[in-house]
């Protein structure tokens, strides 16, 4: 049973950073993409950046380029997203997800999904 669990989460202020975490278990991590979205109240789930296997090649929104960054320790079977300059609309539950094979911005790619962690950017 594939477990996917987020840390990390908490209250900054803007101008902040904060690094989250998601430790996987019950897949072989690192055969996975590993994804993290984010949804705020009343708005749809939303990417937010996803790192590949070896942690080679990563991708993001253009809301946060430049601000967050990805990484992965395969040994730790860990994915981490360091959030940087943090603003109060990065306010949001943030998910780490998993799949296989390609990156992905798309959400309905991704069949394994944490539980969440709640970041709030006060200003």
């Known amino acids: 049973q594939v477990q996917l669990v987020e840390s990390g989460g908490g209250l900054v202020q803007a101008g902040g950073s904060l690094r989250l975490s998601c430790e996987a278990s019950?897949?072989?991590?690192?055969?996975?993409?590993m994804g993290w979205f984010r949804q705020a109240p009343g708005k749809e789930r939303e990417f937010v950046g996803a790192?590949?296997?070896?942690?080679?090649?990563?991708n993001f929104a253009d809301s946060v380029k430049g601000r967050f960054t990805i990484s992965r320790d395969n040994a730790k079977n860990t994915v981490y997203l360091q959030m940087g300059s943090l603003k109060p609309e990065d306010t949001s539950v943030y998910y780490c997800?998993?799949?296989?094979?390609?990156?992905?911005?798309?959400?309905?790619?991704?069949?394994?999904w944490g539980q969440g962690t709640q970041v709030t950017v006060s200003s």
């Open positions: 790192i590949n296997w070896n942690g080679a090649s990563t």
């Open positions: 019950g897949l072989t991590f690192s055969m996975y993409v």
């Open positions: 997800a998993a799949r296989m094979h390609m990156l992905s911005a798309n959400l309905q790619d991704y069949p394994h």
